[in-house]
């Protein structure tokens, strides 16, 4: 496969999610929500406290996969197998995998509780989101495999990767 073809693979797993997301709720979810428009002020504090959550913890996570992808990068980079051997193994947490898609599930069905009236404004609000934590899903798991994936670290030789999985 072609990098743009990689590309489009990843990008079109978020889109999917994110019509599909919307498809759920224009269909099954906004016909029967409109009961909850007496709570609007409350929803919308809950969402809006949600998604900053959701931000925060996913800036965090992804600035620490990052920095782990760089030290794993520059030691290959360097040719340093104790520094690779060191960083490489290093994953994020079940927990903590856990607990972010516990909090972007959250973050979605959080404007699943809205009630629109046009059609074009839950589509950007509801595909918008559901894309959105998707796409940061993937990255964040990318990034945590420096080895595979689309963000990968090129030229780590064969037998380094063969000596930190045994």
């Not at 856990?98 to 609000?125: D, N, P, Q």
């Amino acid at each position: 496969m072609t990098k743009l073809q990689d590309y489009a693979l990843f990008f079109s797993k978020p889109v999917v999610f994110g019509l599909a997301s919307f498809a759920l709720f224009w269909l099954f979810i906004n016909p029967y929500n409109e009961i909850f428009k007496s709570g609007e002020i409350a929803i919308n504090t809950y969402s809006l406290n949600i998604f900053v959550g959701w931000i925060f913890f996913s800036a965090f996570l992804l600035l620490r996969a990052d920095e782990e992808w760089k030290k794993t990068d520059e030691a290959v980079r360097t040719g340093d197998f104790k520094k690779f051997k060191a960083e490489a193994p290093k994953k994020i947490a079940a927990s903590v995998k856990i607990t972010y898609l516990s909090i972007s599930a959250l973050a979605v069905i959080s404007y699943y509780l809205f009630h629109f009236e046009s059609e074009l404004l839950a589509f950007i609000t509801v595909f918008g989101m559901s894309f959105l934590i998707m796409l940061t899903k993937m990255v964040l798991w990318d990034l945590d495999d420096p080895a595979s994936g689309l963000i990968v670290i090129h030229n780590i030789p064969k037998d380094w990767l063969k000596k930190i999985s045994d």
